[in-house]
């Protein structure tokens, strides 16, 4: 474990002051996105006023992309039933297949936008304009939306993520709603694709990173994948480019695996014999020197 290399170098990443955070560790964003809120967690993808791609456009790229289908035109006839495309207009959606997992791209024009999600971390783009932009959505649909925790329906959601987001016009930003994260968009399909190659977990961007009062370095939107937040000792959080890299290292071997029950050991070059200490009754996963 604990053995996979990140390169965080060039990565700009703040946070705004705003606070979000709602009763367990719930995000409570100002689009209304989430389990709690209405549609279900996704990808938001933000343009200038007025530049959203519309319907003829996504539906010309989609023909460009390999295993990638359109599995309900709601245009062409039909109707559907399911709650969570309540309010949604024929114009509005489609539902797109990928390897099994169907997902709805929701916001085309010429119907609605949908709202700009809340955003506290920006990843590589910048913050000026970001609240005076409109949006589409891209969500995994109904029956799997649960199941957005779990690596198949992540990767499939970043495969097809990243295949839209790349090239296309007008696209300021990409936002991971879980995390409040947003995104340049060739930093998200360049880190997207290559953990989706085999490569490290794309952590900048799927999660935000703050230090605390304390002085730890926790993560946050991380808990939405593993159940808890990363936290990283005072004495680790002091180098802020160290601390992210380890972070995002940490991080690497944590998703999609089983969180040791039992403090563990283990080395990193650069960072010495560290420990691995999970704290549930915090909801953390703490790291500090041994």
């Given at each position: 474990m604990f053995g996979s290399k990140v390169d965080a170098a060039g990565v700009v990443?703040?946070?705004c002051t705003r606070e979000t955070r709602g009763s367990a560790g719930i995000v409570m964003l100002?689009?209304?996105?989430?389990?709690?809120?209405?549609?279900p967690h996704g990808l938001v993808f933000l343009f200038e006023r007025g530049n959203r791609p519309d319907r003829a456009a996504m539906l010309a790229k989609l023909t460009d992309l390999p295993r990638v289908s359109v599995s309900h035109d709601p245009a062409s006839g039909g109707v559907d039933q399911s709650p969570s495309r309540e309010g949604e207009t024929s114009e509005d959606w489609l539902e797109l297949l990928l390897d099994g997992l169907t997902f709805d791209l929701v916001g085309l024009p010429p119907g609605s936008a949908l709202p700009t999600p809340g955003i506290d971390y920006h990843f590589n783009c910048e913050a000026a304009g970001?609240?005076?932009?409109?949006?589409?959505?891209?969500?995994?649909?109904?029956?799997?939306?649960?199941?957005?925790?779990?690596?198949?329906v992540l990767r499939t959601l970043l495969r097809l993520g990243?295949?839209?987001?790349?090239g296309t016009r007008g696209l300021r930003a990409v936002c991971w709603t879980p995390a409040a994260t947003a995104i340049a968009p060739q930093f998200f399909v360049r880190t997207a694709r290559a953990w989706l190659e085999g490569g490290a977990f794309p952590a900048l961007g799927m999660m935000g990173l703050f230090v605390a009062a304390d002085g730890t370095m926790r993560s946050h939107g991380?808990?939405?994948?593993?159940?808890?937040?990363?936290?990283?000792?005072?004495?680790?959080?002091?180098?802020?480019?160290?601390?992210?890299?380890?972070?995002?290292?940490?991080?690497?071997?944590?998703?999609?695996?089983e969180l040791p029950s039992e403090p563990l050991r283990f080395v990193i070059d650069g960072s010495g014999e560290l420990e691995l200490m999970p704290d549930p009754a915090a909801g953390l996963v703490r790291v500090r020197p041994v």
């Open positions: 990443a703040h946070k100002n689009g209304h996105y989430g389990e709690a809120n209405g549609r970001l609240d005076r932009t409109e949006a589409f959505g891209l969500f995994p649909g109904p029956h799997i939306a649960s199941g957005l925790h779990s690596l198949p990243a295949a839209l987001a790349d991380l808990a939405f994948l593993i159940g808890q937040e990363l936290a990283l000792d005072p004495v680790l959080a002091a180098d802020r480019t160290a601390a992210t890299r380890l972070a995002t290292r940490v991080v690497h071997e944590l998703v999609g695996y």
